[in-house]
């Protein structure tokens, strides 16, 4: 199950990131780049930071294949993605959480601590989104208001904290994706966000 959401997760992440580099004026490997970088950015950085090798999509070289066929898709119709909007916004929601879980699940599997573990999980689920934003010159959007990373953080920590007190791992996986998934969608829906620190004092 986690794996057929994985792949729905990353061919959506693929197809925003598309109209991000549309965006940018972006020629059709700058877009593929970008898609890539978005959908599978995440756990790269997290299994460099930890030495996990090989990379996913080393070893499945057909996410590369996926997520750039739907980054060009994208370019081709994005003005009907325009008025699915808010779909893609759910399925981003949707590949947070998986992504959160798939982290956690890497950083366990190396007997790696608790914090980190949770860590892993944020760095999988935001890092790529982040990325993204910065190869397209953009303010990071895990980095405004939007509950986003405090999102992961949620769904690691349910995650965790069940696998903790022996529940099974299935049990862990769907109770965190619920809540995860709640908590974003909710944010969305109602419009919250984390305070904002405004400073705008000079030094000198």
């Given at each position: 199950?986690?794996?057929?959401?994985?792949?729905?997760?990353?061919?959506?992440?693929?197809?925003?990131?598309?109209?991000?580099?549309?965006?940018?004026?972006?020629?059709?490997?700058?877009?593929?780049?970008?898609a890539w970088v978005t959908a599978l950015g995440g756990g790269t950085v997290r299994n460099v930071l930890f030495?996990?090798?090989?990379?996913?999509?080393?070893?499945?070289?057909?996410?590369?294949?996926?997520?750039?066929?739907?980054?060009?898709?994208?370019?081709?119709?994005?003005?009907?993605?325009?008025?699915?909007k808010k779909l893609f916004l759910y399925l981003d929601a949707l590949g947070l959480v998986v992504f959160t879980?798939?982290?956690?699940?890497?950083?366990?599997?190396?007997?790696?601590?608790?914090?980190?573990?949770?860590?892993?999980?944020?760095?999988?689920?935001?890092?790529?989104?982040?990325?993204?934003?910065?190869?397209?010159?953009?303010?990071?959007?895990?980095?405004?208001?939007?509950?986003?990373?405090?999102?992961?953080?949620?769904?690691?920590?349910?995650?965790?904290?069940?696998?903790?007190?022996?529940?099974?791992?299935?049990?862990?996986?769907?109770?965190?994706?619920?809540?995860?998934l709640t908590l974003r969608l909710l944010s969305i829906r109602f419009e919250w966000h984390m305070p904002k620190?405004?400073?705008?004092?000079?030094?000198?």
């Amino acid at each position: 199950m986690l794996h057929v959401l994985y792949i729905i997760a990353i061919t959506a992440e693929a197809m925003t990131a598309a109209l991000s580099a549309g965006r940018r004026d972006m020629d059709w490997v700058g877009v593929c780049i970008i898609a890539w970088v978005t959908a599978l950015g995440g756990g790269t950085v997290r299994n460099v930071l930890f030495g996990h090798y090989p990379m996913s999509w080393v070893e499945h070289p057909e996410y590369l294949v996926i997520t750039a066929a739907a980054a060009l898709l994208a370019a081709f119709i994005a003005s009907i993605m325009t008025k699915l909007k808010k779909l893609f916004l759910y399925l981003d929601a949707l590949g947070l959480v998986v992504f959160t879980i798939i982290g956690c699940q890497v950083a366990q599997q190396i007997h790696l601590p608790y914090l980190i573990v949770l860590f892993s999980g944020m760095i999988t689920g935001c890092a790529g989104g982040v990325l993204r934003d910065v190869l397209c010159n953009e303010v990071p959007f895990l980095f405004r208001k939007e509950i986003y990373a405090s999102a992961a953080i949620v769904t690691g920590a349910i995650y965790i904290g069940i696998e903790h007190f022996h529940g099974s791992e299935m049990l862990a996986t769907v109770l965190a994706a619920i809540v995860g998934l709640t908590l974003r969608l909710l944010s969305i829906r109602f419009e919250w966000h984390m305070p904002k620190f405004v400073y705008r004092d000079e030094w000198h």
